[in-house]
């Protein structure tokens, strides 16, 4: 039984800028502002790539979608998750080929900028809403998880997306921790509770492993120590460190650190 240590670097996430040639280029250069000034506000930072890279530092061709994979792939070790921002309508291949090519497999939120009435002529007009059903078509096609923002379009620069993006961040943390974890059972399920049960096969496959043990071997081990055992004190001291103890018996709090001691 130990505190969950959260000394952890600040998260860090890939960006990629979706765009389509038939739509105002404009919007990729201000999106591409406006999502590093979120990143920046909330701490975060970002792999991205830079305007001399890609026209915009964009992704619209499958020649785009390699320089960003590779660039994914120099920093995969530190990618929580990889965030697409469709400020026009985007090109769906061009995204797909991008998050194939770099195999992170890490969670993918999807944001599509808003349209604004009175702004719907040549020069402005966005249709990320059509966009993102699009790229979500096909990456659903591909096989490849997404997350979505709460509304299906959102502007960046907003209160909504921030949250968005705070949320997305602790999707991305609890994936990351999940990923190679070991996981203790204790006995088997209660016979009168089937909604406990669950696949040891589905969380294998996605990189959990269950470690059990018979309840009895844990009581066998506990009766092994003594109550003035070191390990123990040590536990009983974490105990009260962490919550208040004063209206626990003094022998349920030696048999529960007894527990967290085996």
Do not use: W
Request: net charge neutral; glycine share 6%; aromatic share 8%.
């Amino acid at each position: 039984m130990s505190f969950i240590q959260h000394n952890e670097l600040k998260p860090t996430f890939g960006i990629i800028l979706g765009n389509r040639d038939v739509f105002p280029d404009h919007l990729v250069k201000e999106g591409r502002k406006d999502i590093i000034n979120i990143m920046d506000e909330l701490g975060y930072e970002y792999v991205i790539l830079d305007e001399e890279n890609t026209p915009l530092g964009a992704v619209e061709t499958y020649s785009d979608a390699k320089k960003c994979a590779e660039l994914f792939k120099k920093n995969s070790d530190k990618i929580l998750g990889i965030i697409l921002c469709l400020c026009n309508f985007g090109d769906e291949k061009g995204v797909a080929n991008t998050l194939k090519l770099a195999d992170l497999n890490v969670p993918v939120l999807i944001q599509a900028s808003s349209d604004e009435i009175g702004k719907m002529d040549r020069t402005h007009r966005r249709d990320a809403f059509c966009g993102k059903i699009s790229v979500t078509s096909v990456l659903y096609q591909y096989g490849i998880p997404f997350t979505l923002t709460k509304y299906h379009t959102i502007p960046i620069i907003s209160e909504v997306f921030k949250d968005d993006l705070k949320r997305f961040e602790k999707i991305c943390r609890v994936v990351r921790k999940l990923r190679k974890a070991r996981l203790g059972q204790i006995g088997t399920r209660p016979n009168a509770f089937e909604t406990v049960r669950y696949s040891e096969k589905i969380l294998e496959f996605n990189g959990i492993s269950i470690e059990s043990i018979d309840l009895s071997e844990i009581f066998g081990y506990i009766n092994q120590l003594k109550d003035d055992d070191i390990k123990v004190n040590e536990k009983i001291k974490f105990i009260r460190n962490y919550t208040a103890t004063t209206e626990i018996p003094e022998e349920s709090l030696i048999k529960l650190a007894k527990l967290a001691t085996v």
